[in-house]
C-alpha cells in the first residue's frame, strides 16, 4: 500500500486528533503533549518516522497512543 507523505507538523496534528476521538473512552488523553515526528532511515517496512511522547503515561492510555502511531507509520511517511 502507498504511503502518503505529510509534513512533521501534519503527522503531529493527525496524531493528536486522532487521540481526541478516542480521548472520551482513556482518562487523561488530551493531556499528553506530542512533539514532531523524528526522521530516520527507513525501515523494511518502510515506515521513516517515530514520535516518542513527552508525558508519564499511564499503562492504558500508553497503549492507545503507541497503537495510534504504529498505524500512522504505515500510513504516512516524512519527505525525504
Do not use: C
Not at 46 to 69: C, E, F, Q, S, T
Amino acid at each position: 500500500m502507498p504511503k502518503t507523505v505529510r509534513s512533521p507538523e501534519h503527522i503531529r496534528d493527525e496524531l493528536q486528533s486522532r487521540m481526541a476521538k478516542i480521548g472520551v473512552d482513556v482518562p487523561g488523553a488530551l493531556r499528553v503533549r506530542i512533539p514532531l515526528p523524528e526522521r530516520h532511515p527507513p525501515d523494511a517496512s518502510g515506515r521513516n518516522w517515530n514520535i516518542v511522547p513527552l508525558d508519564d503515561l499511564g499503562a492504558d492510555y500508553a497503549h492507545h497512543l503507541k497503537k495510534v502511531i504504529e498505524d500512522m507509520r504505515t500510513e504516512f511517511v516524512l519527505p525525504g
